[in-house]
């Protein structure tokens, strides 16, 4: 007997090229319009075709949005990945899998599920995925009218008989679902019981693009790497409607070179990359700082050093984007960790980078950009948007000093000024100079941006009652999710949570919330990188650091495992 | 050397200090500069120069234009996100042979197969001078610098003949001891619609004792009236021959299609672009329902 009254997780895993997306997609449209609390995470190989491949769909009860280690039902679209799987899969987990698939590798526990078989009957193995599709609906006991009237929708444009062939093979699979899983009991977790409010599905990659369009930028350079590729392939796509300039550069260092020259004619310029791409780009970090020009950053972190485990994930990026750059110079760094908090991501780096004239860096990691979840519209924010271009005078001088550092900023062609800027020490005017008096004043000019740029960071989100909590468990950008359901699993008053959006500078206002208290941080990468940068910046010690660095995601009971252990170690 | 005898639009106080060595052909070349755009009547509010590192990349601080200064080897794609900011913009590249044939190759490269509407003058002098007398991608083999002790043994860098390759739209190459002759080629460069390259020899009177004034005038001709700047392989042809180098407007063709064009963009500036409305936004994200 099986229930899955609060959560039930299902992994879908086949080789690349298999078409378990289309599978995994039509799936989450179908329970998202049921009205399901859903969560999807993938992770996959960097191979084209083969290997092996996996989608993590939960369903719970409670808005869950962390990946879980445990799989109730596994839908094994290739031998290979059951093998893949091995250490997630438990006596509780049951397997669909096709016998004929997996000759020499079958086990009797295993659901002989006919994926091909039927998809063949139907016409074409190219159903397989269809028929999977209704198989899972089949099991879990949703109307396969929802299906069926999705694929019409779907095909419409493919013509009556692609459309009437994909329905059939949702059939077969749906009642062969229903069939053999009759005497399992499988029951959902409950609708979510909150007024139906309109919802939006989607992941990172496409909550990212949408706050870069939100915030009005307007053109993208960048040069190809997962997973920073998917800001711009978004924006492309939305080139034409947004007016959004799209240009793939040779090189990294192109890319960051052309988006300053961008900003610096007007343009909202932002760049993509990931770690191996952002290091070729520090000159150009640098050269933002000296020139007090703007520009946005996204680094979408998969696991180093050098090529590392390209398709995977990692928050191991953020020494390299705290240190970039020669020089001293003002900068600030953005962890967005949910689909709200990706939405006002670059929003927040478009108007930190154009009110401090300064680079902003947006860090995100392969793992939440690929995540899928819901997000209700109400909760998309739009902050309000102003220009930080004046109109310039014949007198203008790009670098006049001013009180608190920052000049008005002019660009070529509008006005009667000149705009000069130069990557050598400058003068008001932006000419070259080498006098140690203007030089003097020209760093304190950079820096004296400094403190208005701390006092406006960001706080970090507490999870739970942080007055009561003699501990607080600390994470960043991607481990939001697995943070806040930990905590709620552990339930203990002891612990809270502090969640960081904002990792540079960090908020002068956030030492009270640490001091007296043992802090733990949590963070995927091998040393505590985040945790060294608190511990530096308040002065605080670290009392414990649980790291992960195997180029998956935390699973949430790895985290609760990792925190009962401090509890209980306290308390001895 | 003052150089600039008649005033220009773009004429600097005269107090400013020039760190360029005296007798150096930066000097030369900016006059032809300056006269060439002066004669073009563009109006230095709609100009903007851009360059990398070096000697020769500190042009632009000689004229009183809108300025990039950008990093070694980047002018190109600085050069771009500007012109792909506001094409209304006049946007001329000026920098050395190192700057643009070694730390910005790449850039050189792929700059050409874009195509925008850029002038790109490069001060090929052979030699590196702000880091004292290496050799450049340029130098001619044999000649003994601090590194090259035993003389420069790698084949030269062929500018010309990359371009053509490539099928850069406009290849000029000039000498700046000839002012007169390098400004009205620039002239055509900065006038042609499209990626515009001008190669221009120049003497560094201080590091390189070979290719001087006189060794430029005895191992340059300018091509006759009758050459075909519409023909490639002649084009090709001039480019790799031994012996002297050809002066001139070398090759010319309005065949190919510029950037801003074929993405495009719009002749109103990227700054004056506001952000979507709130209709427009929430049509975007309705995709997601």
Avoid at chain 1, 65 to 90: C, G, N, W
Avoid at chain 1, 126 to 154: C, H, K, M, S, W
Avoid at chain 1, 272 to 293: D, I, K, R, Y
Avoid at chain 2, 178 to 185: F, G, L, P, R, S
Wanted: charged share 20%; hydrophobic share 40%; aromatic share 8%.
């Amino acid at each position: 007997m099986y229930h899955y009254l609060h959560d039930i997780s299902m992994v879908f895993a086949g080789e690349a090229g298999q078409g378990l997306q289309t599978v995994t997609e039509t799936l989450l449209r179908i329970l998202e319009k049921s009205g399901y609390n859903l969560f999807s995470c993938t992770e996959y190989m960097s191979r084209i075709r083969g290997g092996c491949n996996t989608t993590e769909i939960r369903i719970t009860d409670n808005n869950c949005t962390a990946y879980l280690k445990r799989i109730d039902m596994l839908f094994a679209l290739s031998p290979l990945s059951v093998e893949h799987l091995q250490s997630r899969i438990t006596n509780g987990t049951l397997i669909f899998a096709e016998k004929s698939e997996f000759t020499g590798r079958w086990k009797a526990e295993y659901i002989d599920t006919p994926f091909k078989k039927f998809a063949i009957e139907t016409g074409s193995p190219v159903f397989a995925n269809t028929v999977a599709a209704g198989t899972v609906l089949g099991i879990i006991g949703i109307p396969i009218e929802r299906l069926t009237d999705y694929l019409r929708e779907q095909f419409a444009a493919k013509g009556a008989d692609i459309a009437s062939k994909n329905c059939t093979a949702a059939e077969l699979g749906y009642n062969f679902g229903r069939e053999k899983t009759a005497d399992k009991s499988i029951l959902l977790p409950s609708q979510g019981t909150n007024e139906p409010a309109e919802r939006l599905l989607m992941d990172g990659n496409a909550a990212l693009g949408i706050s870069a369009i939100a915030a009005g930028c307007n053109f993208i350079s960048s040069y190809p790497m997962s997973p920073g590729t998917s800001l711009l392939t978004f924006l492309a796509a939305k080139s034409k409607t947004f007016g959004v300039i799209v240009d793939q550069a040779e090189d990294e260092i192109a890319a960051i070179n052309a988006g300053i020259g961008a900003s610096y004619a007007g343009a909202r310029a932002v760049v993509s990359t990931s770690g191996g791409g952002f290091a070729l780009m520090q000159e150009g970090v640098s050269l933002a700082g000296m020139l007090e020009t703007p520009i946005v950053i996204h680094i979408g972190q998969r696991p180093g050093p050098a090529t590392g485990l390209p398709t995977r994930t990692e928050q191991g990026d953020l020494n390299l984007a705290l240190y970039a750059g020669h020089g001293d110079f003002a900068r600030a760094i953005l962890a967005p960790g949910t689909l709200e908090e990706l939405i006002e991501s670059m929003q927040q780096a478009f108007r930190l980078a154009h009110r401090f004239q300064i680079p902003v860096i947006v860090l995100t990691d392969q793992y939440l950009l690929d995540a899928i979840t819901t997000i209700e519209r109400k909760s998309i924010k739009r902050l309000p948007f102003k220009s930080s271009i004046i109109k310039t005078k014949a007198d203008y001088q790009r670098f006049a000093f001013t009180v608190n550092g920052l000049s008005p900023r002019g660009v070529p062609g509008y006005g009667e000024g000149r705009v000069r800027v130069d990557s050598d020490e400058h003068d008001e005017n932006g000419l070259i100079t080498e006098s140690f008096a203007i030089r003097r004043q020209m760093v304190e000019k950079r820096l004296k941006r400094k403190s208005a740029l701390s006092e406006s960071a960001l706080m970090p989100s507490i999870i739970g009652s942080i007055n009561e909590a003699a501990t607080v468990v600390i994470a960043w950008g991607s481990n939001r999710g697995v943070l806040e359901e930990a905590l709620d699993i552990i339930g203990s008053k002891k612990l809270a949570g502090l969640h960081f959006a904002q990792l540079f500078p960090l908020n002068p206002k956030l030492k009270p919330l640490l001091e007296k208290r043992k802090i733990v941080v949590m963070e995927n990468n091998a040393t505590g990188q985040f945790a060294d940068l608190l511990s530096l910046q308040t002065g605080l010690s670290i009392a414990k650091r649980i790291v992960k660095a195997t180029g998956e995601p935390f699973s949430v009971e790895e985290v609760v495992h990792a925190l009962k252990t401090k509890i209980n170690h306290d308390h001895e | 050397m003052i150089m600039n005898k008649t005033p220009t639009l773009f004429d600097m106080p005269l107090t400013t200090d020039v760190a360029w060595c005296p007798g150096c052909g930066n000097f030369m070349l900016q006059s032809a500069v300056k006269a060439a755009l002066h004669e073009l009547a563009i109006d230095p509010k709609n100009l903007v120069l851009v360059s990398g590192i070096g000697q020769a990349a500190k042009a632009p601080q000689y004229l009183n234009v809108n300025m990039f200064n950008g990093l070694h080897g980047r002018s190109l794609p600085a050069a771009l996100g500007i012109k792909l900011s506001n094409r209304n913009l006049v946007v001329v590249v000026e920098s050395g042979d190192g700057d643009m044939y070694g730390e910005g190759g790449n850039h050189f490269i792929h700059a050409i197969r874009r195509n925008s509407d850029i002038t790109v003058i490069v001060h090929n002098n052979m030699i590196y001078g702000l880091t004292k007398g290496q050799a450049s991608p340029t130098s001619q083999r044999g000649m003994a610098t601090p590194v090259q002790v035993e003389g420069v043994m790698l084949e030269p860098f062929n500018p010309l003949a990359v371009a053509l390759a490539l099928n850069a739209p406009f290849i000029a190459r000039a000498y700046a001891g000839d002012v007169e002759a390098t400004k009205k080629i620039i002239m055509q460069a900065v006038r042609f619609r499209g990626f515009s390259i001008v190669d221009v020899f120049q003497p560094c009177v201080v590091f390189n004792k070979v290719n001087t004034y006189q060794w430029f005038k005895e191992n340059t001709f300018y091509l006759p009236e009758s050459h075909d700047a519409l023909d490639r392989a002649s084009a090709f042809g001039l480019a790799t021959a031994q012996g002297k180098f050809p002066l001139g407007v070398l090759y010319q063709s309005e065949e190919r299609a510029v950037y801003e064009d074929l993405i495009d963009v719009s002749y109103t500036p990227l700054h004056q672009q506001k952000p979507p409305d709130d209709k427009a936004f929430h049509a975007m994200i309705n995709d997601y329902r």
